[in-house]
């Protein structure tokens, strides 16, 4: 049944199966990894050929830097088209070239920098809710909060100043759905996609109005020309710009935030070490980006979460031309698959893997750790546009509510996962909260 394959013996295990974004994915390669090692092979019945787990920190180099123009987006990107339409996120080659180019420039820091205050007022607004459902003694639906938070600071960071009038118009939000619905379906895509009306809406609004100036990525995703051809994004592409940047920024950086209290909950001395460190930190309104870049156990904190719980727990490859991999040669279109979360536990690069250690990026740990075993964000130049921006949020998150709120676990119990497009609680985190 099995094609020759390549000259090279690769350690493959005797059953196939399709590799993907599943649960069943994720178990698998748990416990193939200590048996067939850091570079296996597994026949895929669905696709009719061999697919490559990638877990030698030097082949993921090759993959995703020294050598990623040989590389495409791979297994999976077909349905998350039908969700992001083809944005930055699924398109590849010259198309991504150009849309990178075109939003690089609005996650310059500068930029980020001026979202700074929008993002404390919001966490503050967010702690006096906190304290609300302190004083009533329930507990806190962290996962909802966080996702509320993060929708909120992403949507202000998109639409500035239209967010108060897409409410106006509409009456609610209807960006709101992306934290409403749980489900990555195709209901939720089709309902996504009817957003492109609303947006249609506002770009038509906003190109009859430049002279109305404004400091959000809308406006400089709208404004962005190619640099070759002097030529801006058609609505179409904006529009799935837009959609991306609300779908991409979202899921991630919430899930990312409750699993760090998740992680705390668990670690209380670890939660009293980050509070206590928030003491010597200055008002918010002065810190901004660079001071929490300083604030080391903040930093650590949040780099150890995404550490053992990278929302972005699988990365899709597939070769355009021939190339060699770990010493192998593989063909064109073959399917390779990056997971941080493996990385992120590479025994011979992470010492006790399981266990939660912020030290473990004290600086010259970090320094002494190979460099692509740590790719929360991916790595080389498709790396997470957004990167600084959620680790802004997170870090501003942990600084304004660590200093407030202790939050202690519910319950004992081993939660149950889901790792879909997204690596994530499968049940909402309920914590107790208590001012401190
Ligand atoms: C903790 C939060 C986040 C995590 C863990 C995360 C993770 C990732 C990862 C692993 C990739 C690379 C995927 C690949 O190489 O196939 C990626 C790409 C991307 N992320 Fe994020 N992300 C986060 C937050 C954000 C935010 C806040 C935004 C935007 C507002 C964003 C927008 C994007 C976009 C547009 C890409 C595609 C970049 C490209 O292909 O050029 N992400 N992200």
């Given at each position: 049944?099995?094609s020759?394959?390549?000259?090279?013996?690769?350690?493959?295990?005797?059953e196939?199966?399709?590799?993907?974004?599943?649960?069943?994915t994720l178990?698998?390669?748990?416990?193939?990894?200590?048996?067939?090692?850091d570079f296996?092979?597994?026949?895929s019945?669905r696709?009719r050929?061999?697919?490559?787990?990638?877990?030698?920190?030097?082949?993921?180099k090759?993959?995703?830097?020294?050598?990623?123009r040989?590389?495409?987006?791979?297994?999976?990107?077909?349905?998350?088209?039908?969700?992001?339409?083809?944005g930055?996120?699924?398109?590849?080659?010259?198309d991504?070239?150009?849309?990178r180019?075109?939003?690089?420039?609005?996650f310059?820091?500068r930029?980020?920098?001026?979202?700074?205050?929008?993002?404390?007022?919001t966490?503050?607004?967010?702690?006096?809710?906190w304290?609300a459902?302190a004083?009533?003694?329930v507990?806190?639906?962290?996962?909802?909060?966080?996702?509320?938070?993060t929708?909120d600071?992403?949507?202000?960071?998109?639409f500035?100043?239209?967010?108060?009038?897409?409410?106006e118009?509409?009456?609610?939000n209807p960006f709101?759905?992306?934290?409403?619905?749980?489900?990555?379906d195709?209901?939720?895509a089709?309902r996504?996609?009817s957003?492109?009306t609303?947006?249609?809406e506002?770009?038509?609004?906003?190109?009859?109005?430049?002279?109305?100036?404004?400091?959000?990525?809308?406006?400089m995703a709208?404004?962005?020309?190619d640099?070759?051809?002097?030529?801006?994004?058609?609505?179409?592409?904006?529009?799935?710009?837009?959609?991306?940047l609300?779908?991409?920024?979202?899921?991630?950086?919430?899930?990312?935030?409750?699993?760090?209290w998740?992680?705390?909950?668990?670690?209380?001395?670890?939660?009293?070490?980050?509070?206590?460190?928030?003491?010597?930190l200055?008002?918010?309104?002065?810190?901004?980006?660079?001071?929490?870049?300083?604030?080391?156990?903040g930093q650590?904190?949040?780099k150890e979460?995404?550490?053992?719980?990278?929302?972005?727990?699988?990365?899709?490859?597939r070769?355009v031309a021939?190339?060699?991999l770990?010493g192998?040669?593989?063909?064109?279109?073959?399917?390779?698959?990056?997971?941080?979360?493996?990385?992120?536990?590479?025994p011979a690069h992470?010492q006790?893997?399981?266990?939660?250690?912020?030290?473990?990026?004290?600086?010259?740990?970090e320094?002494?750790?190979?460099?692509f075993?740590?790719i929360?964000f991916?790595?080389g130049?498709?790396?997470?546009?957004?990167?600084?921006?959620?680790?802004?949020e997170?870090?501003?998150?942990?600084?304004?509510?660590?200093?407030?709120?202790?939050?202690?676990?519910?319950?004992?119990?081993?939660?149950?996962?889901?790792?879909?497009?997204?690596?994530?609680?499968?049940?909402?985190l309920?914590?107790?909260?208590?001012p401190?």
């Open positions: 049944m099995h020759p394959g390549a000259a090279v013996p690769v350690p493959e295990p005797p196939s199966f399709d590799l993907g974004a599943s649960e069943e178990a698998k390669i748990r416990d193939w990894l200590p048996v067939y090692g296996f092979r597994v026949y019945p696709r050929v061999y697919s490559y787990v990638v877990n030698d920190p030097e082949a993921v090759r993959v995703l830097l020294t050598n990623h040989n590389y495409v987006k791979g297994v999976g990107t077909d349905q998350i088209s039908i969700l992001l339409g083809r930055i996120m699924t398109s590849s080659g010259d991504w070239q150009r849309q180019r075109m939003l690089q420039p609005a310059h820091r930029v980020l920098s001026g979202f700074g205050g929008a993002i404390a007022q966490n503050e607004e967010y702690a006096s809710r304290d459902v004083r009533h003694g507990p806190l639906n962290v996962t909802e909060a966080a996702s509320e938070l929708l600071i992403n949507l202000r960071a998109i500035g100043d239209d967010l108060a009038l897409i409410r118009r509409f009456g609610a709101s759905i992306v934290h409403t619905e749980a489900d990555r195709l209901r939720f089709y996504i996609r957003l492109g609303i947006l249609q506002l770009i038509d609004r906003r190109r009859a109005n430049p002279q109305e100036k404004r400091v959000d990525f809308f406006e709208l404004e962005a020309e640099k070759e051809t002097g030529e801006r994004m058609s609505d179409r592409q904006l529009i799935d710009e837009l959609i991306t609300v779908v991409a920024g979202h899921e991630t950086t919430a899930s990312a935030l409750t699993w760090t998740y992680l705390l909950g668990r670690h209380p001395e670890i939660q009293e070490e980050l509070a206590a460190s928030t003491l010597g200055p008002a918010l309104s002065t810190l901004g980006l660079e001071g929490l870049e300083g604030w080391a156990v650590q904190v949040i979460s995404l550490r053992l719980c990278p929302p972005g727990w699988m990365i899709a490859r070769t021939p190339d060699v770990h192998v040669a593989l063909a064109a279109a073959t399917d390779v698959f990056i997971s941080p979360y493996f990385l992120h536990r590479h992470w006790d893997p399981e266990r939660f250690d912020p030290s473990r990026f004290a600086p010259a740990a320094a002494a750790r190979h460099r075993v740590y929360p991916g790595v130049p498709r790396h997470c546009i957004g990167e600084a921006l959620a680790t802004f997170m870090a501003t998150h942990l600084a304004v509510m660590s200093r407030r709120f202790r939050l202690t676990p519910v319950s004992d119990e081993t939660p149950r996962i889901e790792a879909r497009i997204n690596y994530r609680l499968r049940s909402d309920s914590m107790w909260i208590e401190r």
